[in-house]
């Protein structure tokens, strides 16, 4: 994947979310939008009236890798912030899933497609098949 453009209706609010909660580092700005980077990860806000305030109804979601010794400290931050959460995890390893202001749905995730792979081997989703 090369970058990331996310539709925003504020953007100083969405550059103020993405840089002090999730650690982003703002690389350039512009009246209706902006860059940033996290590690690898290059992200645009691009202000467009045409977002709907509140997050969409079907399960599309941006996940982000997080070590797993930093992810009680995320969690912790995230809440006493008030920042909203929009599905409980059920799924192995630690995550958090959470909305950014524009209301798109988010998730922090520890571990990656080796763990999850390993823990759909033990107890595979319905009519599963593994192709490797």
């Known amino acids: 994947m090369n970058h990331l453009t996310l539709a925003v209706?504020?953007?100083s609010r969405s550059v103020d979310f993405y840089q002090r909660l999730l650690g982003f580092r703002p690389v350039?700005?512009?009246?209706?939008?902006?860059?940033?980077?996290?590690g690898?990860?290059?992200?645009?806000?691009?202000v467009d009236d045409l977002?709907?305030?509140?997050?969409a109804p079907d399960y599309t979601h941006y996940a982000f890798t997080i070590a797993q010794e930093h992810f009680g400290t995320f969690a912790q931050r995230l809440s006493e912030?008030?920042?909203?959460q929009w599905k409980e995890n059920r799924s192995e390893g630690d995550s958090l899933y959470f909305l950014d202001p524009d209301g798109h749905k988010l998730e922090a995730h520890v571990g990656g497609l080796a763990?999850?792979?390993a823990q759909c081997r033990?107890?595979?989703y319905a009519d599963m098949e593994f192709l490797e």
């Open 9 to 11: 209706r504020e953007l």
């Open 28 to 38: 350039a700005r512009w009246r209706t939008g902006a860059y940033l980077e996290l």
């Open 40 to 46: 690898s990860l290059w992200l645009c806000l691009s």
């Open 51 to 55: 977002k709907s305030p509140g997050p």
């Open 81 to 84: 912030q008030g920042i909203a």
């Open 115 to 117: 763990e999850r792979m």
């Open 122 to 124: 033990a107890s595979p």
